[in-house]
Nanobody, 113 residues
Framework: QVQLVESGGGLVQPGGSLRLSCAAS????????MGWYRQAPGKERELVAR???????NYADSVKGRFTISRDNAKNTVYLQMSSLKPEDTAVYYC???????WGQGTQVTVSS
């Protein structure tokens, strides 16, 4: 069965860093474009970053220069390194296999002093 499991979320102070991981159970991971999205309470889900199978990234303007998306195809895992975190980054973060529109369950990131 297709599964995505996010981990690495938590509570961090403004200016701090977190690294999120998304582990996939599917063999197709190595050729799939992967995305990280986030959703804050009362707000729509928004794209944070995408990475192609070849490792080409793109980012939302709000996170450029602060977040880095990467992948390890051998481990079927995509990462989101988040630095210089701001309170407005607080959200549930989800990973997605883009071609399948298949989502993980999400991991909570809270940025607060």
């Amino acid at each position: 069965q297709v599964q995505l499991v996010e981990s690495g979320g938590g509570l961090v102070q403004p200016g701090g860093s977190l690294r999120l991981s998304c582990a996939a159970s599917v063999i197709i991971f190595s050729i799939a474009t992967m995305g990280w999205y986030r959703q804050a309470p009362g707000k729509e889900r928004e794209l944070v970053a995408r990475i192609t199978n070849a490792g080409r990234p793109n980012y939302a303007d709000s996170v450029k220069g602060r977040f880095t998306i990467s992948r390890d195809n051998a481990k079927n895992t995509v990462y989101l390194q988040m630095s210089s975190l701001k309170p407005e980054d607080t959200a549930v973060y989800y990973c997605k296999i883009e071609s399948l529109s298949f989502w993980g369950q999400g991991t909570q990131v809270t940025v607060s002093s």
